[in-house]
Nanobody, 121 residues
Framework: QVQLVEFGGGLVQPGGSLRLSCAAS????????MSWYRQAPGKGRELVAT????????TYADSVKGRFTISRDNAKNTVYLQMNSLKVEDTAVYYC??????????????WGKGTLVTVSS
């Protein structure tokens, strides 16, 4: 069965760093674009970063540019999010997402259950 499992969340002080991992199974990982989303308390889900299936150009939300880096290791079926210079406003549940298209050109999405990142002193 399809699974996306996030690891690496926790408590960190402002200015600190954290690396999130997402392990995928049950589908052909290299055919899917991978993204990280986050949802802060009382707010909607926000796209943080995306990396194409080809491993080409990455995209980031303006709020995290220069601080976060998304990467993938197709041999390990894993996508990462390196977070540096963390701010209190980065506090959120972070979700891993996989997306491709089926033969009918309909989007196919898979989601992890999320991991909590708390930035506080």
């Amino acid at each position: 069965q399809v699974q996306l499992v996030e690891f690496g969340g926790g408590l960190v002080q402002p200015g600190g760093s954290l690396r999130l991992s997402c392990a995928a199974s049950g589908f052909t990982f290299s055919n899917y674009a991978m993204s990280w989303y986050r949802q802060a308390p009382g707010k909607g889900r926000e796209l943080v970063a995306t990396i194409p299936s080809t491993g080409g150009s990455t995209t980031y939300a303006d709020s995290v540019k220069g601080r976060f880096t998304i990467s993938r290791d197709n041999a390990k079926n894993t996508v990462y999010l390196q977070m540096n210079s963390l701010k209190v406003e980065d506090t959120a549940v972070y979700y891993c997402n996989a997306q491709a298209w089926d033969v009918f050109r309909r989007p196919v999405d898979y989601w992890g259950k999320g991991t909590l990142v708390t930035v506080s002193s």
